[in-house]
């Protein structure tokens, strides 16, 4: 008797989750049938508590199906296996067993229909008896396990298993993951999906064009694991460098929490997720965790506390994904000199920059044509051309506020030049001459 191909789900994390099981289960075998239809592979999806059976149309998308299935949460395993409708129909088939890969195996049975006659001991010595002879048979160092299951209306050999992701299907609240698409963010990202999250992206940027990085390693972890999301894409205001250089970057991070924060409670997610690494950064420290946290309610979950960079960095090479993040530029970063112990005041004081930060509204802050050479630029020899030194408080407000005359080239100074650059950028947008260079 010849058995019917097919694709055994094995889920034993849902075990866990007690009254949840039945609601993970059916929501796994939908998620099976939606990827097969977008992936245009055929295939049949068929339920019975504990386990999940997919039928492959042809035996040619028998190893097509397998690999859409391993990259589904919420499967542990998947077992390659024929479904016969009878124990003697299973014994025949056996009794063939030059139609199984030739490997070496080691037989296991297991009676879920306890109404069967025989025991599983019984089952296996007889099985064992029959294939003596015609398959190498051992007790330890096997290639795969022979797996009998003993249902109450299904027979099945099991003779090949692979791992898949394990975890959970969708199944709990909404979290905002604060992106960038780089090792760190991409890597919680998974790990948060694993468990059963609903996520959705929040990506800072100072050009709305930098958002191409992060959307690229987006559409690979949608292709590669089925991890979809809107991403809600912010902009930085470019009053953050009127901050002081030593605190800017903390700044920055503790911009990211409230505003995070306040997408969150608009899009009703119930947490905040960083890929942070605690001690990897200054404003990774415990002290400076427990200043950007201050008057956050949201949990802020963490995923990567305790890996190291070593850690994360393999993570990412094993799921595929190292060729995406390696090419994500450090769009975040506004300052290379850092105050890694700031005084309670300075934070103190910090936070009133942040809150002006949080209420930044380009709209508000229209150019006007007011020369700058009075309060800290100096006309050059060359007719025109006007140096503008960021570091005198004076100029980067008239800088942040397009005050400036056209017609004149622009040079910005800071110490870091990272400032500099930008905002010249941005004054070219808006019609100005202007360069950044390092002061």
């Not at 075998?29 to 245009?40: F, G, P, Q, S, V």
């Not at 991890?227 to 970057?249: A, D, H, M, T």
């Not at 005084?343 to 809150?355: N, R």
Request: aromatic share 10%.
């Amino acid at each position: 008797m010849k058995g019917k191909r097919v694709i055994v789900v094995f889920h034993e994390d849902f075990i866990t989750k007690g009254h949840l099981f039945s609601k993970l289960e059916k929501k796994l075998a939908k998620d099976i049938e939606e990827r097969l239809e977008k992936e245009r592979v055929k295939g049949k999806v068929e339920r019975e508590r504990g386990r999940i059976f997919v039928f492959p149309e042809s035996l040619e998308d028998l190893e097509k199906v397998g690999g859409i299935l391993k990259r589904i949460f919420g499967i542990k395993k998947i077992g390659y296996a024929y479904l016969f409708d009878s124990y003697e129909d299973l014994l025949s088939f056996l009794d063939e067993g030059s139609k199984l890969p030739p490997k070496k195996y080691k037989v296991e049975v297991s009676r879920a229909n306890k109404k069967f006659p025989k025991t599983s001991p019984e089952i296996t010595k007889e099985v064992v008896d029959l294939l003596k002879g015609k398959l190498n048979l051992v007790i330890k160092g096997w290639d795969e396990i022979l797996r009998i299951e003993i249902r109450k209306d299904k027979f099945l050999l099991i003779y090949g298993e692979e791992q898949g992701l394990g975890g959970f299907p969708v199944f709990e609240d909404k979290a905002l993951v604060l992106f960038s698409g780089g090792f760190d963010s991409t890597l919680a990202s998974f790990l948060a999906r694993r468990q059963g999250l609903n996520l959705e992206f929040l990506l800072f940027v100072f050009r709305e064009e930098d958002s191409i990085y992060a959307k690229s390693v987006l559409k690979k972890l949608e292709e590669l694991y089925f991890i979809r999301g809107k991403l809600i894409v912010e902009k930085i205001p470019p009053l953050i460098f009127s901050i002081k250089e030593s605190l800017r970057q903390l700044a920055l991070k503790r911009f990211f929490y409230k505003k995070g924060e306040e997408i969150a409670f608009k899009r009703n997610a119930k947490a905040l997720i960083t890929g942070e690494v605690v001690g990897q950064t200054h404003t990774q420290r415990l002290s400076s965790l427990l200043f950007l946290e201050k008057d956050i309610t949201l949990p802020i979950l963490r995923p990567l506390s305790f890996f190291s960079k070593e850690q994360i960095i393999s993570e990412i090479r094993k799921l595929s994904l190292y060729k995406e993040c390696s090419s994500i530029p450090e769009l975040c970063v506004v300052s290379r000199r850092v105050n890694p112990y700031p005084s309670q005041y300075a934070l103190e004081e910090l936070d009133k920059e942040v809150e002006k930060l949080l209420t930044y509204k380009l709209s508000q802050h229209k150019a006007s044509q007011e020369l700058v050479e009075k309060d800290g630029g100096k006309e050059l020899e060359k007719e025109g051309e006007v140096i503008l030194n960021l570091e005198d408080k004076e100029v980067l407000r008239k800088v942040l506020n397009y005050e400036l005359e056209k017609g004149k080239k622009y040079v910005l100074k800071c110490k870091s030049g990272i400032a500099a650059r930008f905002l010249a950028e941005e004054l070219r947008k808006k019609g100005f001459d202007a360069v950044g260079e390092k002061l």
